[in-house]
Structures are given as structure tokens and as C-alpha cells.
Nanobody
């Protein structure tokens, strides 16, 4: 699976951005897709995840109610709509894919099999 993330940029606090993650190389019907972020000097942090088949979602507490993860099956793309952005949302955002497995740990970065290259999001105050 190849993942290509895009959509980052510079935005003022309170603004919005939509990140995209285009997947190729394999059908994703049984996969789980996640968004993570990493600010300088910090560990990679879970943001949101979605079950490709069915569309169930989970979010980090820090973004719940502001961010929405979704997917478009027709074009194998996952989105992260980010609203009411705060300066503390500034980070490099990564999309990731996890294949099927008997026990799910969707919030753990080391459980994901494939990663995109990251896209920078900067929120100014």
C-alpha cells in the first residue's frame, strides 16, 4: 500500500484545513486508516482512525468535535477535516494504514503497517 498525504498549510487560529490521503497498491476493504501528528521534540500522536469497511471512527480527545475523518471508497482516499484549529494543532500530519488483525490497537502508531510522507500543518495565533 502506498499512501500520499496532502493538504497541509498555514492557517490562522480558528480556521480550517482538509487533509487528504490517497491510497494505492491494494484494495482497502479490510484495512483501518489512521491520522497521526508529530510536533518537533514530541512523539507521534494519534489523531483519528476509521474502519474502511463500515466507516466507524475514533478520535483523540484533543480533537473530538473539531476534526472529522472520512473516506471515499471510489477514489481510495481518506480525509481529515480540521475545523477550529488551534496553535497546538501545529505538527506534521501523517496518514497510515493497518491491515486486518485479531486484536486492534488503532491508537498505537507502531501497529500501523504503512505510512504516508507527512504534510505540515501550521496554525498561527
Amino acid at each position: 500500500v502506498q499512501l500520499q498525504a496532502s493538504g497541509g498549510g498555514l492557517v490562522q487560529a480558528g480556521g480550517s484545513l482538509r487533509l487528504s490521503c490517497a491510497a494505492s497498491g491494494r484494495t482497502l476493504g479490510s484495512y483501518y486508516m489512521g491520522w497521526f501528528r508529530q510536533a518537533p521534540g514530541t512523539e507521534r500522536e494519534f489523531v483519528a482512525a476509521i474502519v474502511w469497511s463500515g466507516g466507524s471512527t475514533i478520535y483523540a480527545t484533543s480533537v473530538k468535535g473539531r476534526f472529522t475523518i472520512s473516506r471515499d471508497n471510489a477514489i481510495s482516499t481518506v480525509y481529515l477535516q480540521m475545523n477550529y484549529l488551534k496553535p497546538e494543532d501545529t505538527a506534521v500530519y501523517y496518514c497510515a494504514a493497518m491491515g486486518p488483525r485479531p486484536r486492534l490497537e488503532l491508537r498505537r502508531a507502531d501497529e500501523y503497517d504503512y505510512w504516508g510522507q507527512g504534510t505540515q500543518v501550521t496554525v498561527s495565533s
